[in-house]
């Protein structure tokens, strides 16, 4: 599930505050670089478990109208989408309970939250929709859940700031996990049952290890790094480029010399867009000129042994 997206936003994260740390041991950098990318998991499995407490609440709140409608002999509600079967299976899933049963913290701490969240599933065209629907299987069981999350879940300003309470570092990371929570629904086979598996942690373990050698050749080599800036900056007021600029250049230029298989323009197009997130709003064009000549001057000066093809700039 850690992707190099995700690991390069935690490297200029963390890589900016290993400058701004006075005790630089890059060591303890390192493990907190990969203690910042096991929380970005720890999320996609709350997030998914948020799902499970959802549906925990569904039936709680079934079993009282159903009360209800017995003593005052009215009709039975329907139990739908209390028992639909994407979250029946998501609720057995081993993996899952095992995360559930590790962590301190579960959603049944927030009870209104939880609570306020199926009263505006309850209440959105989308379970209308579904409740009221003549097809009644599992692939609209599970379909139901990627609209619900979708709609109500992934852009949810109450569930964002709840997150940012329990841990500082899921404040960059819910978009992306978002994607490989919808992901991981429309990958769900009913067949599987509680074996189901979920996205692991890494793909592999080169990404593992691009990180470790990413971010300590960003660290490692900076104060070069940092002269192929000035050498290529001819024309650019370097003096004046926001410190976090220098951050996302300096760990791009590590990426260009460390990974000979990452093509010059895939580095230079993901760094600027992390730029235009995480700095200024000229940083994005800025650093792809900058980027750009680097990368032409470090060619030239056969420093770099890549292919580069004309870009805009």
Known sequence: MINREIIRIKIVQLTYAYYQNGNKNIDTAEKELFFSLSKAYDLYNYLLALMVAV???AKRRLEISESKARREGTEIPSSR???NR?????????????????????????PEFVGKLFEQIEQSQIYKDYMNAPTDNYTADREVWRKIYRTLIQ?????????EEQSLYWNDDKEIVDTFVLKTIKRFDEQNGAHQELLPEYDNDEDKDYARKL????????????????EASRNWDFSRLAYMDVVIMQIAIAELMTFPSIPVSVTINEFVDIAKLYSTAKSGSYINGMLDSIARHLIKTGRLMKHMEKRNV
């Open 55 to 57: 549906a925990k609440e």
């Open 81 to 83: 989408f209390a028992y």
């Open 86 to 110: 994407f979250t029946l299976q998501l609720a057995e899933n081993h993996q899952l309970c095992d995360f559930i049963s590790s962590q301190k913290r579960t959603w049944a701490d927030y």
């Open 155 to 163: 852009e949810n300003t109450e569930l964002d700031s709840l997150l």
């Open 215 to 230: 971010f300590r050749a960003a660290i490692l080599n900076g104060d070069e790094y940092q002269r192929f800036m000035s």
